[in-house]
């Protein structure tokens, strides 16, 4: 991109987007486009009052969960999980499940390929409802999941640590 710019090319930015819910799109509104990027749908285009999920703001459907527990290394030696973060995930997909939510509006999306492995066989195995439900959650690394949307996304990020360490997510590209 920074190349393109260099050799004169003028950008083309997004000027309305249509996917997410406003109080979502304020973040790379103000970080990435300087606050002028549009809204085309609306609060009332997003709401969905049927699905009892606990949010702290049903204005804001966003919620940020702290999870405690540690980082390890996956079985495959090359990434990392977090058992307890992928605990909580199968909690929040279980609590929109149970609210009627349908297992292909939902996305379970992390960095580590540790993570999406554990994640998949713990909604199988630890999971209260029927396993053809969590089988039909779409769990993605950012990568796959680039470009595609879906109704409810969770993200986990997997990293904590005593040093704070973020591992290669702290690289900007």
């Known amino acids: ?10 950008p083309l930015r997004l ?14 509104s103000v970080t990435f486009y300087e606050g002028s990027l549009q809204n085309g749908v609306c609060h009332e285009d997003r709401y969905r009052p049927a699905v009892n999920f606990p949010w702290v703001d049903p ?24 058992r307890t973060e992928a605990a909580n995930v199968e909690k929040a997909v279980t609590l929109l499940l149970k609210s009627g939510v349908q297992p292909d509006q939902i996305a379970v999306v992390t960095p580590y390929e540790g993570q999406r492995a554990y994640v998949v066989s713990h909604m199988v ?7 053809e ?10 990568d ?3 470009g595609r949307e879906k109704d ?4 986990t990020c997997v990293r904590s640590n005593e040093f704070q360490g973020i591992g290669f997510v702290k690289d900007p590209r």
């Open 1 to 10: 991109f920074e190349r393109l710019i260099a050799l004169g090319q003028r």
């Open 15 to 28: 000027q309305v987007q249509y996917r997410m819910h406003p109080a979502l799109s304020e973040f790379p």
């Open 59 to 82: 204005a804001r459907p966003m919620l940020f969960w702290a999870s405690l527990g540690p980082e390890e290394i996956s079985a495959s030696g090359t990434s990392f999980l977090n």
């Open 125 to 131: 195995r630890q999971g209260m409802l029927r396993q």
């Open 133 to 142: 439900l969590y089988q039909d959650v779409e769990v993605a690394s950012v």
């Open 144 to 146: 796959a999941f680039q």
């Open 152 to 155: 409810y996304v969770l993200l």
